[in-house]
T-cell receptor, first 116, second 110 residues
Framework: ETGVTQTPRHLVMGMTNKKSLKCEQH?????MYWYKQSAKKPLELMFV???????ENNSVPSRFSPECPNSSHLFLHLHTLQPEDSALYLCASSQAKGLAGEETQYFGPGTRLLVL | GQSLEQPSEVTAVEGAIVQINCTYQTSGFYGLSWYQQHDGGAPTFLSYNGLDGLEETGRFSSFLSRSDSYGYLLLQELQMKDSASYFCALHEGGRRALTFGSGTRLQVQP
């Protein structure tokens, strides 16, 4: 058990649907992240939230909309996605140790998304 | 920008030792981590190097040379359950997010 949970674990959606991915961390961490993992590609950072404030947006299309209502919960709202958005979406959390840099990230199991 | 390179695949036999290399480029190096990911699973943290030298954690060790922008993960006494993908990840000063390499798929054969 990693202390980071994600729901749903699998999701199939059409290009006109709207859905949301949920992530919850039970580790008391103060930063949360969304990553995208496609086949044969490295993990791609999407968004970073530090103390509930978005601090990085890695040029992600606006059809992906993150929301961080508190330091334990992170959502990724999806709308009008494209088939190339099919991937594993991973949530992670970490705890700051003074200067940013040395932090272990703890990952959730991911949501496997298929866009038809 | 930043980049990392690691081999795409490595094959070894049970009981052997395998080394997975990682070279990186960045102007703000802070540290290098290693993560393991089994098929269908989440990446899990293995090791971190912030200073030059070897860090040992059981059968796994990780090495860093900052002057060479190079690190490696050493897996000893390989077991079948070690078959997985291994990612090096770059920590940069002042930035909380990590930059991941493309991963090395390790296949352990009997």
């Amino acid at each position: 058990e990693t202390g980071v949970t994600q729901t749903p674990r699998h999701l199939v959606m059409g290009m006109t649907n709207k859905k949301s991915l949920k992530c919850e961390q039970h580790l008391g961490h103060n930063a949360m992240y969304w990553y995208k993992q496609s086949a044969k590609k490295p993990l791609e950072l999407m968004f970073v939230y530090n103390f509930k404030e978005q601090t990085e947006n890695n040029s992600v299309p606006s059809r992906f909309s993150p929301e961080c209502p508190n330091s334990s919960h992170l959502f990724l709202h999806l709308h009008t996605l494209q088939p190339e958005d099919s991937a594993l979406y991973l949530c992670a959390s970490s705890q700051a140790k003074g200067l940013a840099g040395e932090e272990t990230q703890y990952f959730g199991p991911g949501t496997r998304l298929l866009v038809l | 920008g930043q980049s990392l390179e690691q081999p795409s695949e490595v094959t070894a036999v049970e009981g052997a030792i395998v080394q997975i290399n990682c070279t990186y480029q960045t102007s703000g190096f802070y540290g290098l981590s290693w993560y393991q990911q089994h098929d269908g699973g989440a990446p899990t943290f293995l090791s971190y190097n912030g200073l030059d030298g070897l860090e040992e954690t059981g059968r796994f060790s990780s090495f860093l040379s900052r002057s060479d922008s190079y690190g490696y993960l050493l897996l000893q006494e390989l077991q079948m359950k070690d078959s997985a993908s291994y990612f090096c990840a770059l920590h940069e000063g002042g930035r909380r997010a990590l930059t991941f390499g493309s991963g090395t798929r390790l296949q352990v054969q009997p």
